[in-house]
């Protein structure tokens, strides 16, 4: 298994402008999360699924931004009518059921610039 | 609500001097805490994590980390640095009960190692 990865790893767009990215977890993993990462911060908890559910969402999540993950496998992140406060590394991670499922395994990021 | 504090923000030292990162955490109930770790140019991966029992943790590259109750600190330390541990180390905690899914990560901590 080769990881997390994260599609695309960089997007540009302009403001108003609806924008997707897709995180695939590491195949046995049943946990898988969203963060945003701004300049000179750390990565902020955004959203979480286990399995195909949706168990929680943060308040830096407005009503622009939907989270899916309909199959349990992988998942997307989709951003309507995009801001230039939105720009910010996206991150997945991923984290296994039973020993060791607290410690999430990172996807290298989707760079979103809005212009 | 949980929350980290890295006291520093950038940490210049010599090779093969010793060094210390220092994180506190606020939290009214147990924790799980964690330090990640991010090369340049690399996505996170987890360094070193304490869950329960000793309180000092170790990692593979000689990195440790002792879990402070009662200053509820988790301040990572090296007797030794090498160019390569160049990067930025995040600070993180996670709340047990909930199996330790939504974590809260610091700002980070700049770690330069100068030749």
């Known amino acids: 298994d080769t990881g997390v990865s994260q599609d695309p790893r960089h997007k540009i767009t302009k403001r108003g402008q609806n924008v997707t990215f897709r995180c695939d977890p590491i195949s046995e993993h049943n946990r898988l999360y969203w963060y945003r990462q701004t300049l000179g911060q750390g990565p902020e908890f955004l959203t979480y699924f286990q399995n195909e559910a949706q168990l929680e969402k943060s308040r830096l999540l407005s009503d622009r931004f939907s989270a899916e993950r309909p199959k349990g496998s992988f998942s997307t992140l989709e951003i309507q009518r995009t801001e230039q406060g939105d720009s910010a590394m996206y991150l997945c991670?991923?984290?296994?059921?039973?020993?060791?499922?607290?410690?999430?395994?990172f996807g290298p990021g989707t760079r979103l610039l809005v212009l | 609500a949980q929350s980290v504090t890295q006291l520093d923000s950038q940490v210049p030292v010599f090779e093969e001097a010793p060094v210390e990162l220092r994180c506190n955490y606020s939290?009214?109930?147990?924790?799980?805490l964690f330090w990640y770790v991010q090369y340049p140019n690399q996505g996170l991966q987890l360094l070193l994590k304490y869950l329960s029992g000793s309180t000092l943790v170790e990692s593979i590259n000689g990195f440790e980390a002792e879990f402070n109750k009662s200053q509820t600190s988790f301040h990572l330390r090296k007797p030794s640095v090498h160019i390569s541990d160049t990067a930025e180390y995040f600070c993180?905690?996670?709340?047990?009960?909930?199996?330790?899914?939504?974590?809260?990560f610091g700002a980070g901590t700049r770690l330069f190692v100068k030749a």
């Open positions: 993180a905690v996670s709340d047990p009960r909930t199996g330790g899914f939504k974590t809260i």
């Open positions: 939290s009214s109930v147990s924790v799980y």
């Open positions: 991670a991923s984290s296994g059921p039973g020993q060791g499922e607290e410690t999430q395994y």
